[in-house]
């Protein structure tokens, strides 16, 4: 990592939910807590707690020098809402098979 850059991984318990409009687009118990040098709180939630039936894949990707190339996917009125890194850098290898929302909401 560059120097004062840090990013830390925990196994998070905390309930998250994501929902746009009237539907649940993921919810699960074991995210994972990205934490980044400069960044908010990321919650990244394992694949099998998505509903990946409900987003298309995006032509876009952008590109983080720690993390590595992100894939977005979008809902038909909100483009690039979620992203994953598909091989993620080894420092974060741990993010594989997660997504990440831009809102979240935090229960209990």
């Known amino acids: 990592m560059a120097s004062g850059h ?3 991984i925990e196994q ?3 309930h998250v939910r994501v929902v746009h409009g009237d539907q ?3 919810e699960t118990r074991r995210p994972l807590v990205l934490r980044e040098t400069g960044s908010p709180v990321r919650y ?3 694949a099998e707690d998505v509903r990946l039936d409900l987003l298309t894949p995006s032509d876009t990707h952008t590109y983080c020098p720690f993390k590595g190339t992100a894939s977005y996917w979008s809902l038909p009125d909100a483009a ?3 992203w ?3 091989d993620p850098k080894p420092d974060v290898a ?3 098979d997660h997504l ?3 809102e979240v909401e935090i229960t209990d």
């Open 80 to 82: 690039d809402l979620v």
């Open 44 to 46: 990244y939630i394992p």
């Open 6 to 8: 840090t990013i830390t």
């Open 84 to 86: 994953s890194y598909p």
């Open 24 to 26: 649940v687009l993921a």
């Open 94 to 96: 741990r993010i594989r």
């Open 12 to 14: 998070g318990d905390q």
């Open 100 to 102: 990440c929302f831009y």
